[in-house]
Nanobody, 115 residues
Framework: QVQLVESGGGSVQTGGSLRLSCTAS????????PGWYRQAPGKQREWVAT???????NYAVSVKGRFTISRDVSKNTAYLQMNSLQPEDTAVYYC?????????WSQGTQVTVSS
């Protein structure tokens, strides 16, 4: 059974930083590409970042230069370092694979950025 468990959300002020973690069981990030997604209130879920098997990273335009995705295959964990957070980054953040699989969504973690 595949399970992706997140941690690391919280509340920060504009300009602050947070790091999210996503630990997988039942699936290996050594052979699968993890991705981060988010859903803001009243909006559809959107893609945020991906890291592929060659360690190439891709980011949504809205977060490029501020967020960094990484992974530690020895811990089967993916990370999202979020710097220079803005109120528009407020959302529930999820991890999944890239492309996402319907049954693999993590539980989500709330990130709230206040001005």
């Amino acid at each position: 059974q595949v399970q992706l468990v997140e941690s690391g959300g919280g509340s920060v002020q504009t300009g602050g930083s947070l790091r999210l973690s996503c630990t997988a069981s039942g699936i290996s990030f050594r052979v699968n590409s993890p991705g981060w997604y988010r859903q803001a209130p009243g909006k559809q879920r959107e893609w945020v970042a991906t890291i592929n098997l060659q360690e190439t990273t891709n980011y949504a335009v809205s977060v490029k230069g501020r967020f960094t995705i990484s992974r530690d295959v020895s811990k089967n964990t993916a990370y999202l370092q979020m710097n220079s957070l803005q109120p528009e980054d407020t959302a529930v953040y999820y991890c999944n694979l890239s492309p996402p699989q319907d049954l693999y969504w993590s539980q989500g973690t709330q990130v709230t950025v206040s001005s």
